[in-house]
C-alpha cells in the first residue's frame, strides 16, 4: 500500500529529525483516519446472507464479485494491523485520547474485517472455481502479521495499557483450505507455501471433514424391502359420498434432509429408531431429537421421559 508506506516515511522522519519526543504529525493522523475509512468501506460493502447464498451456488456474476471483495477484505485485516502499530507507536511519545481511540478501532476493525473474509472464503469454497489454496495464502499471510503484531505490542506497552486483539479462535481459513483441498486433491500440493503451524491445522480439519463424512453413512437407517403402501381406485362420481378411506401408513424410511442431515452432520447419534408413532429418534446423550420421515425436527425429549 503506497500511501501507507508514505505515511510511515512521514512518521519515520520525525524521529530520524533527532527530536526528544515524536511531535504529531498531522499527516499522520490524516493517513490514520484516511485507513480507516478504507477498512470500513471493505466491510460496508461485504456481501449479504442472500448473496452468500448465490455464491454457493456458483452464480458467475456473484463469484467474481466476492473473489475481488475477499481482497479488500484482507487488505482491511493489514489495514487494521497498521493502525494500531502507528497509533501505539505515538501514543508512546504522546498521551492522546484520540491516538487511543483510534488504536482500538484498529483492533475492532481488523477482527470484523477477518470474520467477514472467512465467510466469504467458506462461501467460495463450495462454489465451482470460486477459490483456490493460493488466493487464501495473502489470508494467512495477514493473520500471521497480526499475530506477531501483538505479540510485540505486548512485549513493548511499557507503562501503557493497551487493549489486546488476538486473531480469532478457531483459526480462520482453515475450514475454506480444508474444504477445497477435500474437493481438488490435486491442490494439496499447495499447501506447501503456506506456513508450517497452519498446514497442520488445515489436515486436521481435512480428516474432521473425512469422519463426518463417514459418521454420516453409518448413521443413514438401513431399512429395505418395505412392503408397498396399497393404494384404492379413485372414487367415481356415484360414491363420492362414501366414508374417507383410512390415510395411508407413514413412511417407514427416513430422509437424511432438513433438520435431521443438519444434526447428523455436526455429530452421529447413537441410534435412529422407528417409533410407533411413525416418528425417528434420534438418540443423543443429552436427549432424543424426534424428526419426522421427511427430516423435519418435531420435538426434543428428554431420556428419562
Known amino acids: 500500500m503506497r500511501r501507507t508506506l508514505l505515511a510511515l516515511a512521514l512518521f519515520g522522519s520525525g524521529c530520524i529529525a533527532g527530536s526528544a519526543a515524536v511531535q504529531r504529525d498531522d499527516r499522520v493522523l490524516r493517513e490514520l483516519t484516511r485507513q480507516e475509512r478504507w477498512a470500513q468501506q ?4 461485504r456481501p449479504t446472507r442472500d448473496q452468500l447464498d448465490a455464491i454457493r451456488g456458483s452464480d458467475y456474476g456473484s463469484v467474481g464479485a466476492a473473489r475481488k471483495e475477499f481482497q479488500k477484505l484482507i487488505m482491511a485485516v493489514d ?7 502507528t497509533a501505539a507507536e505515538m501514543l508512546r511519545e504522546e498521551r492522546d485520547p484520540q491516538l487511543a481511540a483510534e488504536f482500538d478501532r484498529g483492533g475492532r476493525l481488523r477482527i470484523e474485517a477477518v470474520q467477514a473474509a472467512d465467510e466469504l472464503a467458506d462461501a467460495l469454497a463450495d462454489a465451482r472455481g470460486g477459490l483456490t489454496v493460493s488466493d487464501l495464502k495473502p489470508a494467512f499471510d495477514a493473520l500471521r502479521k497480526a499475530q506477531a503484531s501483538e505479540d510485540r505490542l505486548a512485549k ?14 478457531p483459526r480462520p481459513f482453515v475450514e475454506a483450505a480444508a474444504k477445497l483441498v477435500d474437493t481438488n486433491p490435486d491442490s494439496a500440493k499447495e499447501l506447501d507455501r503456506l506456513p508450517p503451524e497452519d498446514q497442520t491445522k488445515i489436515r486436521a480439519k481435512m480428516a474432521d471433514l ?9 448413521a443413514t437407517p438401513l431399512i429395505a424391502n418395505a412392503p ?3 393404494t384404492s381406485p379413485s372414487p367415481s362420481p356415484s360414491t363420492s359420498t362414501e366414508p374417507p378411506r383410512e390415510a395411508e401408513a407413514p413412511s417407514t424410511t427416513l430422509k437424511i434432509a432438513a433438520d435431521a442431515a443438519s444434526m447428523i452432520a455436526k455429530k452421529a447419534p447413537k441410534s435412529i429408531t422407528l417409533r410407533e408413532d411413525g416418528l425417528f429418534a434420534l438418540s443423543y446423550d ?3 431429537y424426534l424428526v419426522d420421515p421427511d427430516g423435519k425436527l418435531v ?7
Open 42 to 45: 471493505a466491510l460496508d460493502a
Open 286 to 288: 443429552d436427549a432424543d
Open 79 to 85: 489495514r487494521g494491523t497498521w493502525i494500531r502499530e
Open 210 to 218: 473425512d469422519r463426518s463424512k463417514e459418521e454420516q453413512k453409518r
Open 156 to 169: 513493548q506497552a511499557g507503562p501503557l495499557k493497551l487493549a489486546s486483539s488476538p486473531v480469532p479462535v
Open 299 to 305: 420435538r426434543k425429549e428428554n431420556p428419562e421421559k
Open 228 to 230: 408397498p403402501t396399497a
